[in-house]
Structures are given as C-alpha cells and as structure tokens.
C-alpha cells in the first residue's frame, strides 16, 4: 500500500510539474486576448507595461476574471497531458479497453507491474468539474444546486470532454483510444461535481451564519 500510495503522489505531481509554466504562459495569453474583446478601444495602445498592469490590476480586481484564468489554466493542463505532449503511435486502436486496475502485464516480461493510470484518469476531471460549475454555475445549474442535477451535468460533460479527447487522440494518432480512460473520466468528474455541490452547500451554511 505504501509503495502504491507513493507511485500515485509521484506521478500526480509529475503530470502537473512539466506542463505548469507552459500552461500559466498559454492561460496568461488567453486572458490578454480575453481582455482586448472585452476592453474598448481607448484602453489599448499605450504599450506593453501598461497591458501587463491592466492584466494584473483585473486579477487582482475582478473575481470573475481570476476565476476564467484559473479555469483556462487546468485546460491548458489537460491538453498538455492528453494530446499536445504525446508521441504519435502507429496503432491508436491497440488497446481499445484499456487498463482497468493498478497492475497490468509486461509485454516482455509477463510479469504484473504497478500502474496508476486508472487512478490518474480517475483524478484528472476532478478539479475540471469544479472550476467548470465555479465559472458557468448559473448556466449549467440554474439559480438553486440541487445534488442530481449537479452529478448528472457533470456526468454528461465530462463523457462529451472526454470522448473528444478519445477521438482526437485517435485520428490525430496522439496516444490510444482507451474506453478504460473515457469511464475513469467521466465518474472523477461526477465526483468534481459532487465535491462542488457540497462545497456550495458548506458555504451557504457558513453565510447563512453568518448572516443569522
């Protein structure tokens, strides 16, 4: 157990070490562009130093601002890890199932290996989900979180999510098309939807206290 619990911590941490700062820059730009559609004309043109304090002053400012860069930035770590940092594979259909456990068997050894694939797939919508219902609440949830509404919206975009990144994968030959994957996704995000209904709920409680 304290060998498995230890290879997940490593590779987790590993998966969101390499494509970090690729994905605060990608984010970052994202959100200048987000800033020039929105801003009128009079505030652009007075260079750089003054775009970069516009950009800090609205981080600091705007809360729906922090919220979409944080959003764009978990994105930005999905796709890094799904399809822009993989190696082209000549059979994409090569293991259409997928693994389902924490071991899996060598091909040249035969011998059970530890793998926390499943476990990452599992982790990797989780905070997706969140960030998702924390941007777009209203519009996805309406005004009152009701606990079946939130996990099956969940469910449903987190499968839509995932399945194109399946497809992608596939016809684009980065990495295999797993059902495995797509099953692992879809419940961790049912579990980020569910973690963020009671999150909504434990701040309601705590405002309502303090409003009593």
Wanted: charge should be positive.
């Amino acid at each position: 157990m304290k060998e498995i619990i230890g290879t997940i911590i490593t590779n987790v941490l590993t998966a969101l070490y390499q494509p970090f700062w690729f994905s605060v820059l990608l984010s970052t730009m994202f959100m200048f562009l987000y800033l020039y559609s929105r801003s009128s004309a009079s505030e652009g043109g007075r260079g750089w130093k003054e775009a970069v304090k516009t950009w800090l002053r609205y981080f600091k400012n705007e809360p729906e601002f922090r919220r979409l860069f944080f959003f764009v930035f978990y994105i930005t770590m999905i796709l890094f890890r799904t399809l822009i940092n993989r190696n082209m594979w000549l059979n994409p259909l090569s293991s259409v199932m997928g693994g389902w456990w924490i071991y899996k068997e060598d091909s040249n050894t035969g011998e059970m290996v530890l793998t926390t694939e499943c476990i990452e797939n599992f982790i990797l919508f989780m905070p997706f989900t969140v960030l998702l219902f924390w941007n777009f609440k209203k519009r996805l949830l309406g005004d009152t979180v009701r606990f079946g509404k939130t996990f099956c919206v969940s469910i449903a975009v987190v499968f839509l999510c995932s399945l194109s990144i399946e497809f992608l994968q596939l016809f684009l030959r980065l990495g295999t098309f797993q059902l495995s994957d797509l099953c692992y996704n879809t419940l961790g995000g049912g579990i980020g939807g569910l973690i963020y209904w009671a999150g909504h709920k434990l701040a309601a409680k705590i405002q309502d206290s303090r409003n009593g």
